[in-house]
Structure formats: C-alpha cells, structure tokens
C-alpha cells in the first residue's frame, strides 16, 4: 500500500488543523492504520491509532481529549482531527499502515506516508 499525507500547515496556539492520509494499491480494510510525530531531534512517537474494520481507537495521553483518528474505508483514507493544538504539537506528522495489526509501536508498521509538517505558534 502506498500512502500521501496532506494537510500539514502554520496555526497559532488553540487552533484546528485535519491531516489526511489517503491510501492506494492495496486493500485498505486489511490495515491498521496509526499517526506517528516526529520532532527534531526526537525519535518518532505514537500519536492514534484505528483498527481496520471494527473502528477502536486508541490515543497517546499527550493528544487525549483533542486529537481524534478516524478512516472511511470506502475512499481508502484515514484523518487526524487535531483541535487544540498546543506548540509542542510541533512536529512532522506520519501516517503508517500496519497490516493486520493494531499498535502503537512504529516497528510494528509495514508502510509510511512522506509526512506533513505541523507547526504551532504560540
């Protein structure tokens, strides 16, 4: 599977940005689908994660209550609704596919999107 991420961009502190990952060349409803965060300087950290087919969800502490994952599977597309972004939402923003699976952990992931840059200005 192949995956574009979208969405990325410059909001102040207490806005709203949608990142998008759409999918292509595989059966999208085989995967678990996560969001990941990258830092400078850090090493890539859970963000959401949703099953392939039954819709649990799960999210890092840090984004709880302001982030929410969600995926159509019918338009091959996974979302990442972040409200309430904060400056240390600053990140490049990923999205992977886990075949099957359903973790939090990178290494359990198959496939990534190129990633969007996130940015938050206080």
């Known amino acids: 599977v192949q995956l574009q991420a979208s969405g990325g961009g410059l909001v102040q502190s207490g806005g709203s940005l949608r990142l998008s990952c759409a999918a292509s060349?595989?059966?999208?409803?085989?995967?678990?689908m996560g969001w990941f965060r990258q830092a400078p300087g850090k090493d890539r950290e859970f963000v959401a994660v949703?099953?392939?087919?039954?819709?649990?969800?799960m999210h890092a502490d840090s984004v709880e209550g302001r982030f929410t994952i969600s995926r159509d599977n019918a338009k091959n597309t996974v979302y990442l609704q972040m409200n309430s972004l904060k400056p240390e939402d600053t990140a490049v923003y990923y999205c992977?596919?886990?075949?099957?699976?359903?973790?939090?952990?990178?290494?359990?992931?198959?496939?990534w999107g190129q990633g969007t840059q996130v940015t938050v200005s206080s």
């Open positions: 992977g596919a886990d075949l099957y699976g359903f973790n939090t952990a990178p290494r359990y992931y198959e496939h």
């Open positions: 060349k595989g059966t999208f409803s085989n995967y678990g």
């Open positions: 949703i099953h392939r087919s039954d819709g649990s969800t």
